[in-house]
């Protein structure tokens, strides 16, 4: 729920800052800049003890080496927060990153049933989906390449 947070509020403070930066002087700009602050935040995640123990406990059980979905899945965050912050690279880099908030979406299903492991997140189906959409339509909003949203 941190990155949610993270989120909204890098996304807020980014647009104060675009009224006197331009790098930052749209809406896909300033909730890119919040996207990647977030996905940064939770790509830690996968790399950090004891939650990545939490992380290799959802990962279901078709998917082969959890360990190494896991930390692929943390290098394509990072990849991805930095992609966003490369205003070429932007609309490929939230593209990229809501394909994984979809191809990633069935561990949180499973983290949503029983606990496997201490450090594995326990928020319910209902409240993950919806802040899985919210990321998608950041993604979304992003990803837009002209000054629709100004």
Do not use: K
């Not at 919040?34 to 935040?41: R, Y």
């Amino acid at each position: 729920m941190v990155p949610s947070i993270v989120l909204i509020a890098a996304t807020g403070l980014a647009r104060l800052v675009g009224l006197a930066v331009p790098y930052a002087d749209s809406w896909p700009a300033a909730t890119a800049i919040g996207l990647a602050a977030a996905f940064a935040l939770a790509s830690t995640a996968h790399f950090l003890q004891p939650r990545r123990d939490g992380l290799i406990a959802i990962v279901p059980p078709a998917v082969p080496r959890p360990d190494l979905a896991v930390t692929a899945t943390g290098l394509l965050e990072v990849v991805g927060a930095v992609g966003l912050l490369i205003e070429p690279l932007r609309t490929p880099a939230a593209v990229g990153l809501a394909l994984l908030l979809v191809a990633v979406f069935p561990a949180n299903v499973r983290a949503a049933g029983a606990r496997r492991h201490p450090a594995a997140p326990a928020t319910p189906l209902p409240l993950r989906a919806a802040v899985q959409l919210g990321f998608l339509a950041a993604c979304a909003v992003a990803a837009c390449a002209g000054r629709l949203l100004t």
